[in-house]
């Protein structure tokens, strides 16, 4: 049997590179030869994780064709966020919880998604269904990457199935995920270590509708005015990035963790389509979103219907 790469989406978060390391474990003791690597370095929230679990880093790749010829796919599907060369290789398995969008295989592979918070969660329920335990320090990665993507279980993306495994992999772990989530989620928002560039890119995703290319990026933080006083400087680097990768329209999505509300930021065009898919007008190309904290539940589905309407 020859090695497979397991890897999550480009502009990696908690749970892309958790879940690929869970992943690789989970199927290495199936009998696969895997690899769990990432498709950039980890943000500060993960660098915090990694650390306080003991746990290095996986190694990080650009392209995989040139190492092996199939693949493992967490976190995404959407080719345009994963690895370069995605075309060149072979999809074996595919664990995920978005939308299915532009993916198509030659042939017959494992695909399993699930409408849950995170993809760590849905990788526990198959740790059971195999009937293989999680490592301690395992088990501490996965629960902080449910913590990250549900913001400490109070996304709208959160299902009983996310509370559930919470709770399985704090007993495992031994940790109190909730004095842990807090410190955790605050050691991701150190907003004045990073660059303009780097808050507009650091959990950026690329999407397509309607034939235009959109580029939504969130940045946590524990006071949105830390964001705010920087409208500036953020702006003129989505425009940047806009003008050297031909995004159409840019959207940089600032979410306080504690309060659960929102600033939006918009570049490019159509502005008329984001009024409408957030209700909203927008004021110097900025609005505020009450109780909007999930791209993938709150941004991109009204964003999709607003294009398709």
């Known amino acids: 049997m020859s090695k497979e790469l397991v890897f999550g989406h480009k502009s990696p978060d908690t749970d892309a590179i958790v879940a690929a390391m869970a992943y690789a474990y989970l ?12 498709l950039g370095e980890p943000n500060m ?7 306080h679990f003991g746990v290095a880093a996986p190694r990080v790749v650009k392209t995989v064709s040139n190492e092996v010829d199939k693949v493992m796919l967490v976190d995404h599907n959407e080719p345009q966020q994963s690895a370069d060369d995605i075309d060149k290789v072979t999809v074996t398995h595919v664990v995920d919880h978005h939308r299915i969008n532009g993916f198509n295989t030659a042939a017959p ?11 760590s ?12 335990d999680i490592p301690t320090q395992l088990a501490g990665l996965m629960l902080s990457a449910i913590i990250s993507d549900t913001l400490l279980l109070k996304s709208p993306t959160t299902t009983d199935k996310d509370r559930e495994a919470v709770k399985a992999l704090a007993q495992i772990a031994d940790v109190d995920y909730q004095s842990y989530g807090i410190e955790m989620l605050k050691a991701g928002t150190n907003l004045s270590a990073k660059t303009d560039a780097e808050l507009v890119s650091g959990d950026a995703k690329s999407f397509t509708m309607a034939g235009k290319n959109i580029r939504i990026d969130q940045i946590n933080t524990v006071d949105l005015n830390d964001v705010i ?16 990768n031909g995004y159409d329209l840019f959207l940089v999505l600032a979410t306080n963790v ?3 509300n929102s600033e939006l930021f918009v570049f490019g065009e159509p502005k ?4 409408k898919a957030f209700n909203t007008t927008l004021k110097d190309d900025r609005a505020s979103l009450p109780g909007v904290v999930s791209r993938k539940k709150q941004v991109v589905p009204p964003l999709q219907e607003a294009f398709e309407g």
């Open 27 to 38: 199927q290495s003791k199936l009998g696969y030869d895997v690899e769990a690597v990432a």
């Open 45 to 51: 929230e993960t660098s915090f994780v990694l650390k």
């Open 109 to 119: 592979l494992f695909y399993r998604a699930e409408p849950v918070g995170c993809v």
């Open 121 to 132: 969660t849905i990788i526990t329920n198959m740790f059971a269904e195999n009937k293989i």
């Open 229 to 244: 006083s920087r409208e500036d400087g953020i702006k003129k680097a989505m425009s940047d990035e806009a003008a050297k």
């Open 258 to 260: 504690l309060d659960s």
């Open 272 to 275: 008329d389509i984001v009024e």
